[in-house]
């Protein structure tokens, strides 16, 4: 922490703001020159993280790759989740991309798996003598994965009243843990190996039966006085939505270190508690 305020003027000193159209190639070489003023002739590597709804992820990637990318090192796209609806227009996304980008250079985010709790999650079982032998079926008798926010949609119901909380939550952020949590040892840490091992989990998952889920969507309520508006009272939800903004599911991992152990997954918005 020594010299903090003189690192940050360091710091901000190499930042700049450049507004631009998202589809604008003319606005994306604007934005390539300056950034090429500040690098000089040093090997400088571009990163576009993309912080913006999926419908624009492909106008934003063929203007930065053609027009803003590095000469001298590396350039790579850094997206958010949801990254498509289904299978289909996941695998349309990709190929989108692929266009402009090789898969090397396309990372997609999933800001659960940067969480401290999350991150130490492999250390506390592979490093720990005491876990990795009680870690299955034979000392668990059910995982819970539990996401709750003590808060509704607040104003962001366009986005969340097209996905719901299953795609919003348990498709992507509960979905990973739950791989990370069950998989085998990997080979090394490396993400490849990882990867391997998760895909493996989900190979070996039962599918999911209705009578194996539940699904709900909060009312208005009232806490210390203050009443607070039901999903379907926000102004940016559509009137009469159906959409679930709670889902709890029981998912078995037909291998042979869970096999009869339930996983259940539970998330929603506008509970009683954050957790
Ligand atoms: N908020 C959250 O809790 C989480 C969000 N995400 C994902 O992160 C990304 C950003 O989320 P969030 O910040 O909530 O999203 P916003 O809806 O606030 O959008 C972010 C920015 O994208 C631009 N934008 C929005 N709609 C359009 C449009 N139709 N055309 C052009 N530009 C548009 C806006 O820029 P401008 O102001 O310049 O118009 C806006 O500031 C999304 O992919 C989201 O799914 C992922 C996890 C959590
Ligand atoms: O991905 C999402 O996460 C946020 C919650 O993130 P957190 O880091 O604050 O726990 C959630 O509110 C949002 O609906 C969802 O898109």
Request: neutral net charge; hydrophobic residues 35%.
């Amino acid at each position: 922490r020594e010299n903090c305020s003189e690192k940050m003027e360091e710091f901000l000193k190499r930042c700049f703001y450049h507004s631009g159209q998202y589809d604008s190639e003319e606005d994306f070489k604007e934005l390539g020159k300056k950034i090429k003023q500040h690098e000089g002739p040093r090997v400088s590597n571009h990163l576009f993280y993309l912080s913006i709804p999926p419908n624009i992820f492909l106008d934003v990637v063929k203007c930065a790759s053609k027009s803003a990318s590095s000469v001298s090192g590396w350039t790579r796209v850094i997206v958010e989740k949801p990254f498509g609806r289904d299978s289909e227009s996941s695998a349309a996304l990709t190929k989108g991309l692929k266009q402009y980008l090789t898969e090397d250079q396309i990372f997609r985010i999933d800001h659960y798996l940067g969480k401290e709790l999350v991150e130490n999650l492999s250390v506390l079982r592979f490093s720990n003598l005491v876990f990795e032998p009680l870690w299955s079926r034979q000392y668990i008798r059910n995982v819970q994965l539990i996401f709750s926010e003590d808060f509704g949609t607040e104003g962001r119901g366009g986005y969340f009243d097209s996905y719901g909380i299953i795609r919003d939550i348990m498709q992507n952020h509960l979905l990973q843990i739950l791989a990370l949590f069950a998989m085998e040892t990997p080979i090394s840490l490396e993400a490849e190996d990882i990867r391997n091992e998760k895909v493996k989990v989900l190979r070996s998952m039962k599918p999911l039966r209705l009578e194996d889920v539940v699904i709900g969507q909060y009312k208005s309520h009232t806490k210390g006085g203050i009443t607070y508006p039901g999903y379907t009272e926000d102004k940016t939800v559509p009137k009469g939505s159906l959409t679930p903004t709670f889902a709890a599911a029981a998912l078995f991992i037909n291998n042979a270190r869970w096999d009869g152990v339930p996983f259940l997954m539970k998330a929603g918005k506008a509970l009683h508690t954050k957790q």
